[in-house]
C-alpha cells in the first residue's frame, strides 16, 4: 500500500470524536494550558452540533441558551430594522465563539438572529453546563475571563470605528482583523456589517479608487 | 413561533419510526431519517412529503452524522441494538436529548429480560452518561399513533426522565403526535412504563385489542 493510502485509510478510522474538539482545545491551550484529563473533562460539557447553511443557531424572539465555538464553518449574528433590512452584528470564523450574551445571561428574549454562512460543525454550552465545567476545571475561569476582555476590547473598536472612522478605514480595519473574510463573504454582507452601501464598498474593493 | 427542532430518528424504517415520524410532521420539526433498508426510507420519505408538502425531512446515510446534526435523538430500534448504537453516538449525544422508546421483552412477549432493579431507559442513560435520555412512546402502542382517540379518550403517553427540561420538551413532541403526556417522574419510573407496556401487549394479545389499545388515567 502506498504511504497516501495508508494515510487516509488512518484518518478514515479516527473516528469523529477525535478532531471535533481539536480546535477548541487548541484555542484554549494557547491560553490557558489544560491536562489531557482536564480535556476529557471539557469535552462532557459541549453539545456537538452541525448546523447547515442558512440553519438559524438563535431567532429574534427566542431566548439565547447557548454560547457557540465554531470549530468549522461560520455563522453571523444580526438584526433586521423596521423596513426589513439585517444589520450584522458579527461574523464568527473557525476558532471563534459568538452569542448573544445579553439574552444568554439573563434569558430575556433576544433581539438577533444567529444563523449559518457555510456549513457548520458547532460546539454549543448551555449556562448549566457552563457553570459546572467551571468549577470543575477551575483554569478554564481565566480562559474565559480572557476572551471577555478581547471581546470588550473588540466591540470598543467597533464602536470608535464606526463613530469616527471613513468607510474606507473601516474596511480597512475589517480586513486586517479577519484576513480571507472577502473571499468568504458576500459584498453585501459585508457592507451590512460596516454600515455602508454595497455600491461605496464596491468602490473601495476596485483597486482604481484605492489611496495608497 | 416556536423555534425549529432538528430530530433524527434511528430505526425509521421500523413500525415505531415510521410512526413517530409521521406525527413530528404536525410539528416545527426537521427530521433526518436513517435506517438500514433504502427502499422502505425513499416510501416513508414519500409519505411523509403526501402528509405535509413543506415536510422538512431528510433521508441520512449514517447514524452518527444524524445524531451530531440532531437536538434530540429518537432510538427507534430493538432493545438488543441500543448498546452497540449507544456506542456509536455516544460523542455526539453529549448534552442532547435522547428518547429510549424499546421494551425490553422476551421473544414470548411474557417477561422483561432486565434485571428487576433497572430498564432500558436506565441502562441507556448509563451507556450515554452525558445525554439526557428520556423514556417516551414506549408504552404507545404503533399501531395506535393513527388513533389516538379511542372509545373517547385522547390515550396517554407516559414519559420519565431526570432533566426537567427535556421532559417537557418531549412532552410537547408527544403533544405534537397526538397524545396526552403524562410526565410520570425520573427515569427510574422507565421501569413501571416498560412493565406496563408488558401488560398491555399481553392483554392485546388475550382480548384482541388489534393495537387500538393503550394507556389512560381518567381523573377528575
Ligand atoms: N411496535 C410497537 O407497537 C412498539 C410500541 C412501543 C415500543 N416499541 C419499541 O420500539 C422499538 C422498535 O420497535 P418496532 O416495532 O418499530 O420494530 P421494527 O418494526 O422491527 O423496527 C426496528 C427498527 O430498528 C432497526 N434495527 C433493527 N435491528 C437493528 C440493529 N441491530 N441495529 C440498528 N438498527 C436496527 C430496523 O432497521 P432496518 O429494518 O432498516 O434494518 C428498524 O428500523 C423496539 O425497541 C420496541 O420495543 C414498539
Partial sequence: ?212 | MAAQKTIAIIGATGKMGGAIAKGLVNGPNRLLLFGNNQEKLSGLLSALKETKRDTDAEIIGCSVDASWEADIIIAAVPYAAEATLAEQIRAVATGKIVISISNPLSADFCRLVTEPGTSAGEQLQELLPHARVVKAFSTNFSAAFNHTDVSGYKLDAFIAGNDDEALLEVAELITEVGFNPVIAGDLTFSRTLENMTLLLINANIRHGYKGQAGWKILHN
Fill in chain 1, 1 to 212: 500500500m502506498k504511504i497516501a493510502e495508508a494515510l487516509q485509510l488512518f484518518l478514515w478510522l479516527i473516528p469523529d470524536a477525535l478532531y471535533m474538539f481539536e480546535l477548541l482545545l487548541q484555542k484554549i491551550n494557547e491560553k490557558v494550558p489544560i491536562t489531557p484529563e482536564e480535556s476529557a473533562v471539557c469535552k462532557t460539557f459541549f453539545i456537538p452540533k452541525k448546523l447547515r447553511k442558512k440553519q438559524y443557531l438563535l431567532q429574534e424572539g427566542d431566548v439565547c441558551k447557548y454560547v457557540a465555538f465554531v470549530e468549522k464553518g461560520m455563522l453571523r449574528s444580526y438584526t433586521v430594522d423596521d423596513k426589513g433590512t439585517e444589520h450584522i452584528m458579527q461574523f464568527a470564523f473557525e476558532g471563534w465563539w459568538l452569542s448573544d450574551q445579553f439574552s444568554f445571561l439573563t434569558a430575556e428574549p433576544s433581539v438577533y438572529n444567529i444563523d449559518a454562512l457555510e456549513d457548520c460543525e458547532l460546539l454549543l454550552l448551555t449556562k448549566p453546563a457552563e457553570e459546572e465545567m467551571l468549577v470543575r476545571v477551575p483554569k478554564l475561569e481565566r480562559y474565559f475571563r480572557l476572551l471577555l476582555q478581547n471581546s470588550l476590547i473588540a466591540i470598543q473598536r467597533r464602536l470608535v470605528s464606526s463613530l469616527s472612522h471613513t468607510a474606507e478605514e473601516k474596511y480597512r480595519q475589517l480586513l486586517a482583523s479577519c484576513p480571507g473574510i472577502a473571499q468568504r463573504v458576500p459584498q453585501h454582507m459585508m457592507a451590512s456589517y460596516l454600515g455602508i452601501t454595497p455600491e461605496t464598498l464596491s468602490r473601495l474593493r476596485n483597486p482604481k479608487n484605492r489611496k495608497v
